[in-house]
């Protein structure tokens, strides 16, 4: 059984509130968890302290069981000093489309004169 510590949605259309649970990995984001260890509410402002709230007693309990966190729980177990978040780096994203093909295609044609 592959454990994972996820967000649950809740709240209406348009007002989303999330729960932090720890459910089967084969579950349905939404369908049945084993234990609800948070909530995190993106509408509040982000210096707001009910924005987010979970149990670190809980979370340590289950990481040390195997749970693995999603990204974004990874974010706030990162914020809080729990587990060590690897920054991820794409600098690729940041260039337009066109210019990335040119790059592309420059890099190939190089590939191509330096093996002739």
């Known amino acids: 059984m592959s ?17 932090i649970v720890v459910a089967d990995s084969r579950y349905p984001r939404d369908g049945r968890f084993i234990e609800r260890l948070g909530y995190f509410n993106p ?6 302290k009910e ?4 149990d ?3 979370v340590k309990a289950w990481l ?5 966190p999603s990204d974004r729980i990874m974010r706030f177990l990162d914020a809080e000093g729990i ?8 600098p690729e994203k940041a ?6 093909k040119a790059r592309a295609e420059a890099a190939k044609a190089g590939g ?5």
């Open 95 to 100: 260039v337009p489309r066109k210019e990335r």
């Open 56 to 58: 670190a007693e809980k």
């Open 3 to 19: 454990l994972k510590i996820r967000m649950a949605r809740a709240g209406t259309k348009k007002r989303p509130f999330y729960h």
């Open 83 to 90: 587990r060590k978040r690897e920054p991820r780096n794409n």
């Open 43 to 48: 509408l509040l402002p982000k210096d707001n």
């Open 112 to 116: 191509a004169a330096a093996a002739a």
């Open 51 to 54: 924005r987010l709230k979970f």
């Open 64 to 68: 040390a069981k195997g749970a693995q």
